[in-house]
């Protein structure tokens, strides 16, 4: 079955600490990953977008790593701001594949909280 | 800034009556899904549109219905509003059904009480 799996399910940090958000996927076929901000009640931002071949890619304050072989991904947030608050989806894309469609499988998230 | 609107940003209906949300595609893009929502949930696949014509359903009653307009632009109709359907719909839009490459509009927060 394909699921994306995401821990800690929230997670509170004092403003200017580091953190690492973790996904765990068992999607196959496998087009990219993506790391989404989505504050309450809006509608996700990408962070950043990752295809099989890429192991890191970075977004200012933010890092993404991603393990094709085990299948898992981090994100990776320095010295966080009151302004990262907010829940954080790992998203993977399902290519089209013969008459089947492709599709995005989402992680529930996690719920980022930064304290000052 | 995504380029993708969605209208209106907040909506509260009761329950039984029908309600209509729209979102326009960004420049170029002639794709666009439905997902909802649900409050602590991820995004779950409505339906998708190209070219005017449904391209894929997920696991959503038929009184869940869209259409898509010549400008690609889109609507979503629910019909017959439960209380369960109180979530927020987002829009996303993307080429040629070329959903890993989607870009997410602000969504529409939908109440039904």
């Known amino acids: 079955k394909n699921q994306v799996e995401q821990s800690p399910q929230s997670l509170i940090i004092l403003e200017g600490k580091n953190c690492t958000l973790q996904?765990?996927?068992?999607?196959?076929?496998?087009?990219?990953l993506r790391w989404y901000k989505q504050d309450t009640g809006r509608g996700p931002v990408s962070l950043t977008i990752?295809?099989?071949?890429?192991n890191t890619k970075s977004n200012g304050r933010y890092t993404a790593t991603l393990d094709a072989d085990t299948k898992q991904s981090s994100l990776h947030i320095t010295a966080s701001q009151l302004s990262d608050s907010a829940s954080y989806i790992c998203?993977?894309?399902?290519?089209?594949?013969?008459?089947?469609?492709?599709?995005?499988?989402f992680g529930k998230g996690t719920k980022l909280s930064v304290k000052p | 800034e995504t380029g993708v609107t969605q209208s209106p940003t907040h909506l509260i209906k009761t329950r039984g009556q029908q309600v209509t949300l729209r979102c326009s595609s960004q420049?170029?893009?002639?794709?666009v899904s439905w997902y909802q929502q649900a409050l602590g949930q991820g995004p779950q696949f409505i339906f998708q549109?190209?070219?005017?014509?449904?391209?894929g359903r997920g696991n959503f009653p038929p009184r869940f219905s869209g259409l898509q307009f010549p400008n690609y632009s889109s609507e979503l109709n629910v019909n017959a509003l439960e209380l369960d359907d109180s979530a927020l719909y987002l829009c996303?839009?993307?080429?040629?059904?070329?959903?890993?490459?989607?870009?997410f509009g602000q969504g529409t927060r939908l109440t039904v009480v």
């Open positions: 996303a839009s993307s080429r040629d059904r070329d959903i890993t490459e989607a870009f």
């Open positions: 549109y190209y070219r005017e014509e449904e391209n």
């Open positions: 990752m295809t099989f071949s890429e």
């Open positions: 998203v993977v894309s399902r290519p089209a594949v013969g008459g089947s469609q492709g599709n995005l499988i």
């Open positions: 996904c765990n996927y068992t999607v196959s076929p496998f087009s990219n």
């Open positions: 420049s170029g893009h002639n794709t």
